[in-house]
């Protein structure tokens, strides 16, 4: 599945776009498009702009990818605190008294970093 972000046109050499996707830059033909100017928005398909955005609706579905992704990633991160939460549910995490010595799991010589 593809998903259509407005790309804007920052310049262009020959039938050749330099598009500007939220900082990133990418290069698209323009073979399938007509009238087009640096500062106009265009939809990309396998490397061709196929098609012309009017601005104000570029801007705002851009905004709206933004909010979803924000919403996407806030999602994910409750996930993984929940989950990281539910995993050590069984474990007594506080520390009361002196730490003692299992043998039978040694401290290892160098440090280990765990998530």
């Known amino acids: 599945m593809c998903i259509a972000v ?3 046109i920052v310049d262009i050499h020959d039938q ?12 698209a033909s323009l073979m399938l498009v007509d009238d087009v100017s ?3 928005y265009v939809i990309v398909h ?4 196929i098609s012309k955005v009017d601005e104000a ?3 705002q579905t851009l905004r709206d990818m933004r ?8 999602d994910i991160a409750s996930r993984d605190i929940a989950s990281r939460e539910e995993d050590s549910g069984d474990h007594d995490t506080s520390f009361r008294g002196e730490p003692t010595l ?14």
């Open 16 to 27: 050749t776009a330099v598009l500007d996707i939220d900082g990133v830059r990418r290069e």
């Open 67 to 74: 909010a979803m992704l924000d919403i996407a990633s806030r």
């Open 46 to 49: 396998a490397g061709f702009a």
């Open 57 to 59: 609706l570029a801007e």
């Open 6 to 8: 407005p790309s804007k």
């Open 38 to 40: 640096p500062g106009d």
């Open 102 to 115: 299992n043998k039978d799991f040694p401290i290892p010589e160098s440090p280990v970093n765990y998530p």
